[in-house]
T-cell receptor
Framework: DAGVTQSPTHLIKTRGQQVTLRCSPKSGHDTVSWYQQALGQGPQFIFQYYEEEERQRGNFPDRFSGHQFPNYSSELNVNALLLGDSALYLC??????????FGPGTRLTVL | AQTVTQSQPEMSVQEAETVTLSCTYDTSENNYYLFWYKQPPSRQMILVIRQEAYKQQNATENRFSVNFQKAAKSFSLKISDSQLGDTAMYFC?????????????FGTGTRLQVTL
């Protein structure tokens, strides 16, 4: 049984560019949450998707957007990248009866 | 809003010894969930142990146990018989409930180094 998978593993972009990160949830999970983890910090909640709708959002600007597909996989899009967007982006999947399981993350570097 | 505080940025323990990591939180909720996650250098966040606030009994998972003090809003993690593989960042996290848009709120983490 595959766990949560994320792609790509690493990504380097320049300021002003746009980026898309992808996440496939653990089998049986229907909810996907995204977190941003800056270096030396704990993860910060970006948003959560359930039934293809954004269900809750953290304190992140509109440059951060997402999508969930019918197969429960999800994308995180970040527009107009800033240097401060450099971080590890973690995806977690869950169901109403299970805790959040995390993927290995995508390391985004903005130059 | 909930907050989670981990006041120990770094800790070190010798192999086979016992170490306790501290966590305090602030919430007005009565029912909630608390977690300890481990993040080794591989970056993958791994669930170590969880505690439901309505349960008085402290959770235990093999060498890992918690001391949950609801009135004091304290949730410490005890690692017994420490192993080199326990070296990692440890994050304490809070969640209001399992249903309907429940996010995890994390502390800033404690870096644990297990030495020979």
């Amino acid at each position: 049984d595959a766990g949560v998978t994320q792609s790509p593993t690493h990504l380097i972009k320049t300021r002003g560019q746009q980026v898309t990160l992808r996440c496939s949830p653990k089998s049986g999970h229907d909810t996907v949450s995204w977190y941003q983890q800056a270096l030396g910090q704990g993860p910060q909640f970006i948003f959560q998707y359930y039934e293809e709708e954004e269900r809750q959002r953290g304190n992140f600007p509109d440059r951060f957007s997402g999508h969930q597909f019918p197969n429960y996989s999800s994308e995180l899009n970040v527009n107009a990248l800033l240097l401060g967007d450099s971080a590890l982006y973690l995806c977690a999947s869950s169901s109403p009866t299970e805790v959040q399981y995390f993927g290995p993350g995508t390391r985004l570097t903005v130059l | 809003a909930q907050t989670v505080t981990q006041s120990q940025p770094e800790m070190s323990v010798q192999e086979a010894e016992t170490v306790t990591l501290s966590c305090t939180y602030d919430t007005s909720e009565n029912n909630y969930y608390l977690f300890w996650y481990k993040q080794p250098p591989s970056r993958q966040m791994i669930l170590v142990i969880r505690q439901e606030a309505y349960k008085q009994q402290n959770a235990t998972e093999n060498r890992f146990s918690v001391n949950f003090q609801k009135a004091a809003k304290s949730f410490s993690l005890k690692i017994s018989d420490s192993q080199l593989g326990d070296t990692a960042m440890y994050f304490c996290a809070f969640m209001k409930h399992f249903f309907a848009a429940s996010k995890l709120t994390f502390g800033t983490g404690t870096r644990l180094q297990v030495t020979l």
